[in-house]
């Protein structure tokens, strides 16, 4: 098949990677009338290939190219070769995301000012405020169609047994629980009809209710006729001349044929694994240590939120599986609060795991196995539970690293992903678990398993914004520091990670940062 745009058409804007970030972008840029590639490493699916099924699912989208996790971490030891959760496919992490669409906090955007150095962590504030960003969130929340915002006006969702019975909990505790503002539709939008509640939003959306850049951003871009997707294109390097502007990218496709693609400006949103792993592996003798790396920054400050998960047992049903996957949200913690034993919020995500994966990551007593754990999926629904969602701290030792010796099937370095907790992460957890427990003790819960950890959905940091270039990897507009037409699009430009799930965020900037590059290539800056 021929491409829509030639390979040596130097006036294009590549985009690497199609998910919240890329996929949003190129509508943007396509909107504008701008030209773009976007070369995505993964297949292209369609609605019908979209099955109720969590482990089929799970095989079907999940990025599984080998990565090796190193860390004193219980993540590491049991999940070696796969440290985050994400989707290989047009569409990126949107097919699976649980749609939990919330905005940063004013003082997270400024976690340096507000606490200082944080021993053992990297901090720094964003160089931008929730204030210049108000006016993009309420452009993404209109395109995302939030539901409960004033931006779309659309309804919630309704409060399912499994919402009610921690709405109690809270209350029992002086805590506050709300519904969750979701991207998936209450009401028929946009040709997409509303959520009929099948419980599988994480498996990707059979009906399409919720939003994916997969069947909105993506086809809307290519029915301008500005935008062409290349699926199954795999990029393995960016080039650049001699004046240190890139020039294009070299792909290798389904076949794995080579192609190098030209490029005006280039954009790279492939998460905060493949994003910084791309730039380490384009290094040259201008730039020795990876491209857009004169800070050292490049791959350091993984985040990936502090996690885990608390699922009580109750003597009635609960049934929890009848709702969407996160129908509310309990926030009584999300402010900044060292008084509590640690630094920054965390929120605890009402949650529903079906019963497969609840049966792989159910965790009662220490060994994950045995009459204890068939006891407690023997109640799986009588159960309610959480999922921990908190700010994790930046450290420089977190971080995404080229393997020595190991290749993938393209003879690359496969990235070596490196996630051990800060103390405050410890600290902020344990509150977490504490918290939950009494919550559901206050309603009769007669057994409560916290769940640790399992691999990252949120992935952040990595080519972090700074204001000075010595501190990170792009400016405010996700901008390289060192090399103007070479953007990042994606989660790991994020500072820090906030406690909010990161989404809405990155559709936001990617909103801001077309606007820019939009702008900069009118007047020929870039």
Same mark, same amino acid.
């Given at each position: 098949?021929?491409?829509?745009?030639?390979?040596?058409?130097?006036?294009?804007?590549?985009?690497?990677?199609?998910?919240?970030? /890329?996929?949003?972008?190129?509508?943007?840029?396509?909107?504008?009338?701008?030209?773009?590639?976007?070369?995505?490493?993964?297949?292209?699916?369609?609605?019908?290939?979209?099955?109720?099924? %969590?482990?089929?699912?799970? !095989?079907?989208?999940?990025?599984?190219?080998?990565?090796? =996790?190193?860390?004193? =971490?219980?993540?590491?030891?049991?999940?070696?070769?796969?440290?985050?959760?994400?989707?290989?496919?047009?569409?990126?992490?949107?097919?699976?995301?649980?749609?939990?669409?919330?905005?940063?906090?004013?003082? %997270?955007?400024? &976690?340096?000012?507000? *606490? !200082?150095?944080?021993?053992?962590?990297?901090?720094?504030?964003?160089?931008?405020?929730?204030?210049?960003?108000?006016?993009?969130?309420?452009?993404?929340?209109?395109?995302? !169609?939030?539901? !409960?915002? %004033?931006?779309?006006?659309?309804?919630?969702? /309704? +409060?399912?047994?499994?919402?009610?019975?921690?709405?109690?909990?809270?209350?029992?505790?002086?805590?506050?629980?709300?519904?969750?503002?979701?991207?998936?539709?209450?009401?028929?939008?946009?040709?997409?009809?509303?959520?009929?509640? &099948?419980?599988?939003?994480?498996?990707?959306?059979?009906?399409?209710?919720?939003?994916?850049? &997969?069947?909105?951003?993506?086809?809307?871009?290519?029915?301008?006729? @500005?935008?062409?997707?290349?699926?199954?294109?795999?990029?393995?390097?960016?080039?650049?001349?001699?004046?240190?502007?890139?020039?294009?990218?070299?792909?290798? #496709?389904?076949?794995?044929?080579?192609?190098?693609?030209?490029?005006?400006?280039?954009?790279?949103?492939?998460?905060?694994?493949?994003?910084?792993?791309?730039?380490?592996?384009?290094?040259?003798?201008?730039?020795?240590?990876?491209?857009?790396?004169?800070? $050292?920054?490049?791959?350091?400050?993984?985040?990936?939120?502090?996690?885990?998960?608390?699922?009580?047992?109750?003597?009635?049903?609960?049934?929890?599986?009848?709702?969407?996957?996160?129908? $509310?949200?309990?926030?009584?913690?999300?402010?900044?609060?060292?008084?509590?034993?640690?630094?920054?919020?965390?929120?605890?995500?009402?949650? @529903?795991?079906?019963?497969?994966?609840?049966?792989?990551?159910?965790?009662?007593?220490?060994?994950?196995?045995?009459?204890?754990?068939?006891?407690?999926?023997? *109640?799986?629904?009588?159960?309610?539970?959480?999922?921990?969602?908190?700010?994790?701290?930046?450290?420089?030792?977190?971080?995404?690293?080229?393997?020595?010796?190991?290749?993938?099937?393209?003879?690359?370095?496969?990235?070596?992903?490196? +996630?051990? #907790?800060?103390?405050?992460?410890?600290?902020?957890?344990?509150?977490?678990?504490?918290?939950?427990?009494?919550?559901?003790?206050?309603?009769?819960?007669?057994?409560?398993?916290?769940?640790?950890?399992?691999?990252?959905? @949120? *992935?952040?940091?990595?080519?972090? &914004?700074?204001?000075?270039?010595?501190?990170?990897?792009? *400016?405010?507009?996700?901008?390289?520091?060192?090399?103007?037409?070479?953007?990042? =699009?994606?989660?790991?430009?994020?500072?820090?990670?906030?406690?909010?799930?990161?989404?809405?965020?990155?559709?936001?900037?990617?909103?801001?940062?077309? #606007?820019?590059?939009?702008?900069?290539?009118?007047?020929?800056?870039?």
């Amino acid at each position: 098949m021929s491409n829509k745009f030639r390979l040596d058409d130097d006036s294009l804007v590549v985009i690497i990677g199609s998910g919240a970030g /890329g996929g949003t972008l190129a509508n943007e840029l396509a909107q504008k009338g701008i030209r773009s590639v976007v070369l995505e490493a993964g297949k292209r699916f369609t609605l019908g290939d979209i099955d109720n099924d %969590e482990w089929g699912m799970f !095989g079907k989208i999940s990025w599984l190219d080998k990565r090796i =996790s190193t860390a004193p =971490s219980r993540l590491a030891k049991d999940f070696p070769n796969l440290p985050a959760w994400i989707v290989k496919g047009v569409g990126g992490s949107t097919m699976h995301w649980a749609g939990v669409a919330m905005r940063f906090q004013e003082h %997270e955007f400024k &976690m340096k000012t507000t *606490n !200082g150095d944080i021993p053992g962590a990297n901090v720094l504030d964003w160089p931008i405020t929730l204030k210049e960003l108000e006016p993009y969130y309420v452009l993404a929340e209109k395109k995302m !169609g939030v539901c !409960g915002t %004033e931006s779309t006006g659309m309804p919630f969702h /309704g +409060k399912s047994s499994h919402y009610k019975v921690v709405e109690a909990g809270a209350k029992k505790i002086d805590a506050h629980c709300e519904q969750a503002t979701l991207a998936i539709n209450t009401q028929p939008r946009e040709g997409r009809p509303p959520c009929q509640v &099948m419980g599988f939003c994480m498996q990707g959306c059979k009906i399409g209710a919720k939003w994916s850049t &997969m069947y909105t951003e993506i086809p809307q871009a290519e029915a301008t006729g @500005h935008c062409e997707v290349r699926p199954e294109s795999m990029v393995l390097k960016i080039e650049h001349n001699k004046q240190g502007k890139v020039t294009g990218v070299l792909y290798a #496709d389904k076949e794995g044929n080579k192609h190098f693609q030209k490029a005006r400006v280039i954009a790279v949103a492939a998460n905060s694994i493949e994003s910084p792993r791309l730039l380490l592996n384009s290094a040259s003798d201008m730039f020795p240590e990876g491209l857009a790396n004169s800070s $050292g920054q490049v791959g350091k400050n993984y985040m990936t939120h502090t996690t885990g998960g608390v699922y009580a047992e109750f003597e009635k049903p609960v049934h929890m599986y009848k709702s969407t996957v996160v129908p $509310g949200i309990v926030k009584e913690w999300q402010d900044n609060d060292p008084k509590r034993g640690h630094y920054a919020g965390y929120e605890l995500e009402i949650l @529903h795991l079906g019963l497969p994966f609840m049966s792989a990551f159910l965790n009662p007593g220490v060994s994950g196995w045995g009459r204890e754990v068939s006891e407690s999926l023997r *109640n799986y629904e009588k159960m309610a539970g959480f999922w921990i969602c908190g700010e994790d701290m930046p450290v420089e030792q977190n971080s995404i690293t080229l393997h020595a010796t190991e290749k993938d099937q393209h003879g690359l370095p496969v990235p070596v992903v490196y +996630k051990a #907790d800060h103390i405050n992460d410890t600290r902020m957890r344990n509150h977490a678990y504490q918290k939950s427990k009494e919550l559901f003790e206050s309603v009769g819960a007669i057994k409560v398993s916290n769940l640790p950890a399992y691999p990252a959905s @949120h *992935n952040m940091g990595t080519n972090r &914004m700074s204001e000075k270039s010595r501190d990170g990897v792009v *400016n405010s507009w996700g901008q390289s520091h060192d090399i103007d037409n070479l953007f990042i =699009s994606d989660g790991s430009q994020f500072t820090t990670s906030a406690t909010e799930n990161p989404t809405l965020t990155i559709v936001a900037l990617a909103i801001r940062q077309a #606007d820019y590059i939009a702008k900069s290539m009118k007047s020929k800056t870039i």
